[in-house]
């Protein structure tokens, strides 16, 4: 197992581009988390799914950001019409259904808006 | 939302123990948990705790938590230079699947 894995690492686009990241579980979780993090700050949670449900969204979530989780394994992020204050670290995790045991971060997506 | 709450910075030499402190308020926290995060990188678990208990030891990690007060610490025994970098500090109350972050403590360790 190779842990949680995030493509692109970086990220630079411009202020109205639509981006999309991507999120590869380990294999045996059943749920996946987003969270965001800015400069100087612990992660904020953003959405989860459990399998393929997406069960929660953050008030964070603006309409600009749709995840997805389509066959219950990798799940997609994407921003549209991105603005300057979306630049941050965009974080994946995963874990068991009974997250006690902990979630499992990637290494982060890193956007920034131009 | 419920406040986890960190000192900002610690800096302690090499060999010495170092200790990072948590306080939070949400009293149905049912998991408290420390991650280390290195710069440029995502966060990587160390270890955490559950509600129910008041100590847990692994290798050179300590933690303790005070549920009463909601104090939780983590001691680093042999701090080496390696182990510089942002630790935070998060539980996961009555959502069951939000974890709930502190700001982070920067530590650095001194030769």
């Known amino acids: 197992d190779t842990g949680v894995s995030q493509d692109p690492r970086h990220k630079i686009t411009k202020r109205g581009q639509n981006v999309t990241f991507r999120c590869d579980p380990i294999s045996e979780h059943n749920r996946l988390y987003w969270y965001r993090q800015t400069l100087g700050q612990g992660p904020e949670f953003l959405t989860y799914f459990q399998n393929e449900a997406q069960l929660e969204k953050s008030r964070l979530l603006s309409d600009r950001f749709s995840a997805e989780r389509p066959k219950g394994s990798f799940s997609t992020l994407e921003i549209q019409r991105t603005e300057q204050g979306d630049s941050a670290m965009y974080l994946c995790?995963?874990?068991?259904?009974?997250?006690?045991?902990?979630?499992?971060f990637g290494p982060g997506t890193r956007l920034t808006v131009l | 939302g419920e406040d986890v709450e960190q000192s900002l910075f610690l800096s302690v030499r090499e060999g010495d123990s170092s200790v990072i402190n948590c306080t939070y308020t949400d009293s149905s926290s049912t998991y408290l948990y420390w991650y280390k995060q290195e710069p440029g990188a995502g966060l990587q678990l160390l270890t955490y705790i559950f509600s129910n208990m008041d100590m847990k030891q692994d290798q050179r990690l300590t933690v303790l938590l005070n549920k009463k007060d909601k104090h939780l610490s983590l001691r680093i025994a042999d701090t080496q230079t390696g182990d510089s970098a942002i630790y935070f500090c998060?539980?996961?109350?009555?959502?069951?699947?939000?974890?709930?972050f502190g700001k982070g403590t920067s530590l650095l360790v001194t030769p």
């Open positions: 995790a995963s874990s068991f259904r009974d997250s006690g045991g902990g979630q499992f």
């Open positions: 998060a539980e996961i109350g009555d959502s069951g699947y939000a974890l709930n």
